[in-house]
């Protein structure tokens, strides 16, 4: 999914670029830079209606919010708040008692194979050529012959 709104995204400023980088005057600049709000702001709209994560409510000791926003966010049919809580409980416990991990752990076993992952999908995008393949070459105007 990274890749492929990493490609959307290049496709959409490629057009807007295109499109607006003839015009005279301020738009040509001042429309691109209005169009980048397009994407957050309804993710910033959306974010007063979300439920509060039952996880970080359980870990602060607001049992009872947390089993209604389990309930919230769960099927009523299939999800039991209470059993969910006391789950998110028992890791939360489990959690403290465990050995805090330290960055090394990241390149050991599993989690060697992971971390490669990841990696491999961020340097993937650059590493088949986009930072050059979608680069304009402008003309220097130091190269330019004066008449």
Not at 6 to 12: F, M
Not at 108 to 130: F, H, S, W
Not at 137 to 144: G, K, M, T, V, W
């Amino acid at each position: 999914m990274l890749q492929m709104f990493w490609a959307i995204g290049s496709i959409i400023v490629g057009a807007v670029t295109y499109r607006y980088n003839s015009l005279p005057g301020d738009e040509a600049y001042r429309i691109p830079i209005a169009l980048q709000w397009m994407f957050p702001t309804p993710l910033a709209i959306l974010i007063f209606f979300a439920p509060e994560s039952p996880w970080w409510l359980t870990r602060k000791g607001k049992f009872e919010q947390a089993a209604k926003s389990v309930a919230r966010l769960g099927r009523k049919a299939t999800v039991n708040p209470e059993e969910s809580v006391a789950m998110m409980r028992r890791v939360i416990e489990m959690e403290a008692s465990a050995k805090k991990p330290g960055y090394l752990e990241l390149f050991k076993g599993v989690d060697l194979r992971r971390t490669m992952i990841v990696c491999g999908v961020y340097l993937a995008q650059n590493l088949t050529g986009n930072l050059i393949a979608n680069r304009k070459i402008l003309p220097s105007p130091l190269l330019a012959t004066s008449s």
